[in-house]
T-cell receptor, first 114, second 114 residues
């Protein structure tokens, strides 16, 4: 597609429920990243996929968070047993073969846990 | 590990005035440096990037940034601010030869007065 597409744009969920956030990167971009943006906290790296390599999961805050990337394209970020502190904007970005080209970000999914 | 500091959380300028947003990074070698802008409710848009060569880089929307190795800085400048420049600005760094993830500063929010 022309840009990075994220869905849903907004999600309100009850504490304890599981949520899935979707990212559809730019066609042909081999690298995909997830970031979390909390109020006053800036952008926090979560996970990075590059081609068929094992993902860099070093930023995932707990084992309630997981992500997968199917067929080297679409990625899903799953948060299990959501907590109020998970409320944030979740941003996805993609790039050609890593950082060199700069990342293109999606508009994000705003998650609110009530 | 590399880090990015944006010392100013919030800056207010008058329309037509000049602007400088500060960014300092911490890394042993020359990093790759980026400035992104985020308008309210939007994703991040790349303004400009520095990889090597000329230390003064030009970006979109009339912005420029200067890499100063001796000061570990990459400050963003614009000679005359427009009301539409009101947004949040993020400086980011990727370590050459290291992990490919972007590390962001906490951002500077720019308010433009008429």
């Amino acid at each position: 597609g022309a840009g990075v597409s994220q869905s849903p744009s907004n999600k309100v969920t009850e504490k304890g429920k599981d949520v899935e956030l979707r990212c559809d990167p730019i066609s042909g971009h081999t690298a995909l990243y997830w970031y979390r943006q909390s109020l006053g906290q800036g952008l926090e790296f979560l996970i990075y996929f590059q081609g068929n390599s094992a993902p860099d999961k070093s930023g995932l805050p707990s084992d309630r968070f997981s992500a997968e990337r199917t067929g080297g394209s679409v990625s899903t970020l799953t948060i299990q047993r959501t907590q109020q502190e998970d409320s944030a904007v979740y941003l996805c970005a993609s790039s050609l073969a890593g950082w060199g080209q700069g990342y293109t970000f999606g508009s994000g999914t705003r998650l609110t846990v009530v | 590990a590399q880090s990015v500091t944006q010392p100013d959380i919030h800056i207010t300028v008058s329309e037509g005035a000049s602007l400088e947003l500060r960014c300092n990074y911490s890394y042993g070698a020359t990093p790759y440096l980026f400035w992104y802008v985020q308008s309210p409710g939007q994703g991040l848009q790349l303004l400009l990037k520095y990889f090597s060569g000329d230390t003064l880089v030009q970006g979109i929307k009339g912005f420029e940034a200067e890499f100063k190795r001796s000061q570990s800085s990459f400050n963003l400048r614009k000679p005359s601010v427009h009301w539409s420049d009101a947004a949040e600005y993020f400086c980011a760094v990727v370590a050459q030869g290291g992990s490919e993830k972007l590390v962001f500063g906490k951002g500077t929010k720019l308010t433009v007065n008429p």
